[in-house]
């Protein structure tokens, strides 16, 4: 079985942007309000030459049976099921509540985090991404899902550890 990357974080933090992004085409559904639609969850993804499945969390805010899982709970399946996880924060929002339950989890869970601070459009942002050191997950790097901006450094990233 090909390695497991999952991306986590709360909804609307553009994780479905990002696996676009890793897949280089526009496959899962990006919506601007948050869980509308049940997404699929896994994709076959290749960078610089490695293979690995792609999941895509968001795909459970609606859960199968229609049940709403909670951020936490959705992050606790898919860190189980992962290799490397790439957690999501909103950098703009900066961190909240939920993300702090996220951040217990992936500590509890010891599995590799990239720690991933999007929405860093432009350079005028990168303070907002610096702030998040303080969730204490290592070096938040900064993203720009729909531009682009850091998304090779962000791979290269978690090819790292994979
Ligand atoms: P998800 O719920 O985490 O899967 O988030 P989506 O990928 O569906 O994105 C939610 C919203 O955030 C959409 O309106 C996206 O266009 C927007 N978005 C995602 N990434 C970025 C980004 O890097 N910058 C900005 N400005 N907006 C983004
Ligand atoms: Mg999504």
Redesign the pocket.
């Given at each position: 079985p090909l390695p497991v990357v999952a991306i986590i974080?709360?909804?609307?933090?553009?994780?479905?942007?990002?696996v676009n992004r890793i897949l280089r085409r526009r496959e899962?559904?990006?919506?601007?309000t948050?869980g509308v639609t049940r997404d699929r969850v896994a994709y076959d993804a290749e960078w610089a030459g490695r293979d690995f499945t792609l999941l895509?969390t968001?795909g459970w805010?609606i859960g199968v049976e229609g049940i709403n899982l909670r951020v936490a709970e959705q992050a606790e399946v898919a860190i189980e099921m992962a290799d490397v996880v790439i957690f999501?924060v909103d950098a703009i929002v900066g961190a909240t509540d939920d993300d702090e339950s996220v951040v217990k989890l992936l500590r509890r869970s010891g599995k590799p985090v990239v720690l991933v601070a999007?929405?860093?459009?432009d350079q005028r942002f990168e303070a907002d991404a610096a702030a998040l050191w303080n969730l204490g997950l290592g070096e938040p790097m900064p993203?720009?899902?729909?531009?682009g901006r850091g998304s090779g450094d962000v791979l290269d990233a978690v090819l790292d550890v994979l």
């Open positions: 974080g709360r909804p609307n933090v553009g994780k479905s942007t990002l899962a559904v990006v919506e601007d948050p895509d968001g805010e999501v999007n929405k860093v459009d993203l720009s899902a729909l531009h």
